[in-house]
């Protein structure tokens, strides 16, 4: 099976679970590292995801991918929190951290320039609002190659 295939029935599995328990499933990864194949999950909840979520959920995703056994070569489980420089996925990730200082990079430039370190204003229509030095820069969703929180002091 592909690592693609494995991550997509991964959130078909984890995803339900993780929510009814009150958990985002904001990323899997599923990949060849080292120390051989990791199944990774980034997990996050209104304030804070703690050392013991991750375990409770490693325990009760774990029991699930063992019952289901379609991952076909040996694989470390991790659970992690998506860190305080969390990534942006969607629209909805955009709403929740509205206010918050973001780096955005674009995979074509807007008004000459494909990085924006500010302030996201607002997400509407498809489009996300970012203040950069008091200058408004309007980004369609669609041209975000990657966005992070940035760590504000």
Not at 26 to 41: N, S
Not at 116 to 126: A, P, Q
Not at 128 to 152: H, M, Q, T, Y
């Amino acid at each position: 099976m592909e690592p693609r295939e494995v991550i997509e029935r991964v959130h078909h599995l984890a995803g339900p679970i993780l929510l009814s328990e009150g958990f985002e499933l904001v990323e899997v990864e599923y990949r060849r590292e080292g120390r051989g194949w990791v199944l990774r999950f980034y997990v996050d909840k209104e304030g804070g995801i703690t050392l013991d979520d991750c375990a409770r959920i490693s325990r009760e995703v774990g029991r699930t991918l063992d019952v289901e056994d379609f991952i076909e070569v040996p694989y470390t489980l991790e659970v992690s929190s998506p860190g305080l420089t969390r990534s942006l996925k969607g629209e909805k990730d955009f709403v929740r951290y509205r206010d918050r200082l973001v780096k955005v990079t674009t995979n074509q430039p807007i008004e000459n320039r494909r990085q924006f370190r500010g302030r996201l204003r607002g997400v509407l229509e498809n489009q996300i609002e970012i203040e950069v030095d008091g200058r408004i820069f309007v980004v369609p969703l669609s041209l975000v190659s990657k966005a992070n929180l940035e760590v504000e002091f």
